[in-house]
């Protein structure tokens, strides 16, 4: 039984029933199909290309960026709209992944998305990544620290030169 039916079982109908159906989608709970990978090597369902908006490059080439192909962010740590990353715990969202610096001139990146519920409300609070939605936490290398982020959430690799970071 999906929603629609459900709702309509529930005595929902006409306008009533496209408010409530209306009110309960929005787009940071949506699911993405996983990326399977078949024993030949073909690969079926998921995403199969992503892109980046703001003042963060994607390069959507195999450019070679501090020594990194086809890195998922770049970041220019010059720019002002990037400022929060110069000073220890700043951090910014970029393209559904929260970067922080962690450290002087060590970053950490992780996904947006809480792995307790799909909520793109992560951030960074004091040395852990932490889902404002529920209070679920996570190490910086992505692991969970409580039963609400017991599944951890994806974390990326980081390199920098000083002026730029690459998120890979």
């Given amino acids: 039984m999906n929603r629609y039916h459900f709702l309509k079982a529930m005595g929902f109908r006409g306008a009533a029933l496209m408010a409530v159906m209306a009110s309960c989608v929005k787009p940071e709970d ?88 799909p909520k793109k409300q992560v951030v960074y609070n004091v040395n852990e990544f932490y889902c404002t939605a529920h209070g679920a936490r996570f190490n910086l290398d992505g692991s969970g620290k409580n039963s609400l982020g017991s599944r951890g959430i994806a974390a990326y690799k980081t390199i920098s030169d000083g002026k730029t970071l690459v998120v890979y």
């Fill in 30 to 117: 949506t699911y993405v199909d996983a990326l399977t990978l078949a024993k030949d090597g073909t690969t079926s369902g998921g995403p199969v290309s992503a892109t980046v908006a703001g003042p963060v490059s994607s390069t959507g080439t195999t450019a070679d960026v501090l020594g990194i192909k086809n890195p998922l962010l770049t970041i220019d740590l010059t720019s002002s709209t990037n400022a929060a990353l110069r000073s220890v715990g700043g951090y910014l969202v970029k393209s559904s992944i929260v970067v922080a610096q962690t450290s002087a001139g060590v970053y950490a990146a992780v996904t947006q998305t809480c792995s307790h519920e």
